[in-house]
Every structure is written in structure tokens, then in C-alpha cells.
């Protein structure tokens, strides 16, 4: 038995979604425990495409039990949608429960997000306009509409009377923007209530039995290490906690249930929205990694931004999530380069640096220092063990592994499951990965 949480350790976008599905193979219990629909995983069998934004990956596997967690905001519309889509592709959604404490995300929460995003201008973050940070922030100001207050009709209506008066007064002064009418906002959640009510339920005690019986329970975070609000580059950054620590929060459990947390980082780097990337490349290379990457947002559709593998933020997610072992994803989109580089440490204003800064200021100011590995110029894409891939793609792994101080498990050359070398099964296997660093060699 194992309790994992798998979280990004990159800027999102890493490819958990297709690790969280091979994963989920070997999990009783699926639970996301932060974020809301500006997340997605897309995760593809069979060449069927599955578009996930709040669903965890498990819903996939019937007899799996599926959690959104109480650490997540629910927009009940969207989460309608994704449900009504894996029905009508015969994916039962009968083993999903929504946690009763998930805060609820309304009319008013988008409207602000969009007009808020538009007056920063120049400063804007980037966020998707989905209303998820002024959800987080009524949640904080203790405001919030939670879903046990959604399916229960008079504690909603009263709710919502209440909020939507105090929102009027923002979205008509301070943004210029219509006023909402309450009844309406009433009657269309109502809807939503009906839909959902028969998946709320206290998640928190589902995961604590699941554990006492000694079930395998997956905590899968959305985003990553670098847009966590605390420990991400604020103020480009999420408005809640992907980092593993996030995990107990989001879902109501104690951190001694964990016994292994799994970071997921691209073979290079992306980042989509605003906010320093100091490995960014601009055309050339950085348009190669987009095109062969497939590199557009799965919520959004934006296109995301392209680099080098950077090393410093790798062993700062290793540190901050306390990481045992690395799924490595898209290797392959590597395949044609003849040289790749890796960011070892920066440079800032001279000095040589090799830990994460905090300061926003110093981390704009940041330039890479790189060492170069030579590339291996064929395909990785049928390789399904060690032995099968190029000696300069090994090598490469090697390093990626010296360099974070953390052993790999899964490796990913392309969208499909079986596209994968499987090192170690990270949850039924031993405590350390075998592709260890180039000191430690390969067991």
C-alpha cells in the first residue's frame, strides 16, 4: 500500500495528466486537492483525447474512486460539462464524490477576474479569467459560497442575496460593469445544484477510510511548483498551493499518510502566461520545442512559452515538495536537435547563483548559465526500456538526475500510455527509483 502525491515541478503544463493516468492503474482512490477549471489534463488512450479539467485522471478506470477535494474551486457549469462529455463517451462518472467544503465558483467571481486582469494592463498576470483567484480570495475573506451551502436551497438563497448585494457595488463602482440580479443568479445555480447534490459528501472521511483499509490513495495537484502562491514566482503565480504540502490541506488528511511524493518535469521547459523565464527561447529552437511539443494550453488553448530545462527551479521543486523520485515527460520532442542545453545555475548581476531567489526583482534579472549535451538525432519515440534509448539521450537523463539530486522513475516519449519507460512503479516499488545520477550510476 501507497499514498503518492504527484505534483509538477515546472511551471505546470508538465504532462500530469498522462502520469496521474499510468499511475491511477495501481490506485483504489484518484483525489485533486487544489485548483479549479484553469487547470487541465489531457490524457489520451487508444488515440480517444480526454480534456480534464477538475475530473481527476481516474475517472477513467471504472472500479477507481474519484475526489475533488476540499481544496479546489468548483465552477458548476464546467464540471456539468466535463461530466456530460465522459457520459456521452461511456465513462461513468457514478465513483466521482465532490468534496462539501469546495468553495463555489459564481457569476460575480469571473466578472471581476476579467475586469480586475484588464485594468493591470502592463501589469497584468496572466490568469485564464476564470474566475478562480477572486473565488480563492472570498474563500479567504470568508465569503465564499461552499457546496454544502450550494445543495442545501435556503442556506444558497440567503447566500447569494447577500454576496450578490455586495458584489453589485464592486462590479457597478469600481469596474463600471452591470449590476447582477440575485434571483437570476439563484434560479441558474439551483440547476446546478440538482446536478450535482448526488456527488457532495464529506471527502475527508472517504480518504480516511480508503487509508485506514489500506487502499492506495493518488493526490494529484494541478499547475505547479512555480505558480504556487506561497513558493512561486508571485506575483505570477496560482491562488492556491500546488506544492505537496497543498495536498493535506486540500483534501483533509494528515501528512504522516504520505509516503511518496512524485515530481513531473518536462525534458525542457514551459511557462504560459506573465512573469521571468530565464530560459526562455524565442523563435528558432523555442518555436521547434512548440511545434513538435504540441505547446497550447489545454483550459485556455494559449500557446506556451518555450526553454531549456532549467535546473535550478528542478532542485527548488525538490526541495519545497520534498520530492523521492521524477517522471520525466516529452523526451522525445528533443529527438532532432544536434546540441540541448540544461540551466545549471544563473547569473545575477555577476554573481554566480544556484538556488531559487525569492525576490521577483532578482529573479527577472536572472541569466542562465548553461552546459551543453550533445543531442542524439533519432527517435525515442518506440522505446519502451533503458536499453532501447540513444546513449546521449541516457546521458542526458543522467544529468537531469545529478543535477536535481532526485533518481527518475517514469519516463515519457509521447501523449500515448504506452508510450512510456517504466523504470519503477513508484507506487508498488521500492523507496528509490534505479535511473539514478551519472555518479551513482544505473542499477
Same mark, same amino acid.
Given at each position: ?32 486537492? &487544489?485548483?479549479?477549471?484553469? !487547470? ?29 477535494? @476540499? ?30 467544503? !469546495? ?41 465564499? =459560497? ?13 447566500? =447569494? ?22 434571483? &437570476? ?7 446546478? %445544484? ?70 513531473? !518535469? ?50 527548488? !521543486? ?46 527577472? @534579472? ?42 527518475? %522513475? ?34
Amino acid at each position: 500500500m501507497a499514498n503518492v502525491v504527484v505534483i509538477g515541478a515546472q511551471w505546470g503544463d508538465e504532462g500530469k495528466g498522462k502520469i496521474t493516468d499510468l499511475l491511477s492503474k495501481s490506485a483504489d482512490v484518484v483525489v485533486r486537492y &487544489q485548483g479549479g477549471v484553469n !487547470a487541465g489534463h489531457t490524457v489520451v488512450v487508444k488515440d480517444q483525447v480526454f480534456k480534464l479539467h477538475l475530473i481527476p485522471s481516474g475517472i477513467l478506470y471504472p472500479s477507481t474512486d474519484c475526489i475533488i477535494g @476540499n481544496g479546489t474551486v468548483i465552477d458548476p457549469a464546467g464540471l456539468i460539462t466535463e461530466l456530460d462529455q465522459l457520459e456521452a463517451l461511456g465513462i461513468s462518472t457514478k465513483n466521482l464524490m465532490i468534496s462539501e467544503t !469546495a468553495h463555489v465558483t459564481m457569476p460575480y467571481h469571473r466578472m471581476i477576474d476579467q475586469a480586475s486582469e484588464e485594468r493591470r494592463g502592463s501589469l497584468k498576470i496572466g490568469t485564464t479569467k476564470r474566475g478562480i483567484g477572486p473565488t480563492y480570495a472570498d474563500k479567504s475573506e470568508r465569503m465564499g =459560497i461552499r457546496m454544502i451551502d450550494l445543495i442545501n436551497p435556503s442556506e444558497m438563497q440567503q447566500q =447569494i442575496r447577500w454576496t450578490v448585494e455586495h458584489k453589485n457595488i464592486i462590479l457597478e463602482k469600481l469596474y463600471g460593469l452591470p449590476a447582477l440580479d440575485p434571483e &437570476q443568479v439563484i434560479e441558474e445555480y439551483a440547476v446546478y %445544484a440538482d446536478r450535482l447534490r448526488p456527488h457532495v459528501g464529506d471527502s475527508s472521511l472517504k480518504i480516511y477510510d480508503a487509508v485506514k483499509k489500506r487502499r492506495n490513495v493518488l493526490f494529484e495537484g494541478a499547475q505547479g511548483t512555480l505558480l504556487d502562491l506561497d513558493h512561486g514566482t508571485y506575483p505570477y503565480v496560482t491562488s492556491s498551493n500546488p506544492v505537496a504540502g497543498g495536498a493535506c490541506v486540500g483534501t483533509g488528511v494528515g501528512p504522516t499518510i504520505i509516503d511518496r511524493v512524485i515530481g513531473v !518535469a518536462k525534458a525542457y521547459t514551459t511557462r504560459v502566461g506573465e512573469g521571468p523565464f530565464p530560459t526562455e527561447l524565442e523563435g528558432g529552437i523555442g518555436a521547434h520545442l512548440c511545434d513538435r511539443g504540441a505547446e497550447f494550453g489545454t483550459t485556455t488553448g494559449r500557446q506556451r512559452r518555450c526553454g531549456w530545462f532549467d535546473a535550478v527551479i528542478g532542485r527548488y !521543486a525538490v526541495r519545497i515538495n520534498g520530492l523521492d523520485c521524477l517522471a520525466v515527460t516529452k523526451l522525445d520532442v528533443l529527438d532532432e536537435l544536434d546540441e540541448i542545453q540544461v540551466c545549471v545555475a544563473y547569473d545575477i548581476d555577476g554573481q554566480r547563483c544556484e538556488h531559487f531567489p525569492s525576490s521577483a526583482g532578482r529573479f527577472a @534579472n536572472c541569466r542562465p548559465i548553461y552546459k551543453t549535451l550533445p543531442g542524439w538525432k533519432q527517435s525515442t519515440a518506440d522505446c519502451r526500456s533503458l536499453d532501447d534509448l540513444p546513449k546521449q539521450a541516457l546521458d542526458y537523463l543522467k544529468v537531469l538526475a545529478e543535477l536535481m539530486e532526485v533518481p527518475i %522513475a517514469i519516463v515519457s516519449l509521447g501523449a500515448s500510455r504506452d508510450q512510456t519507460i517504466i523504470v519503477e512503479d513508484p507506487i508498488h516499488g521500492p523507496k528509490r527509483a534505479l535511473l539514478h545520477s551519472t555518479t551513482e550510476g544505473v542499477g
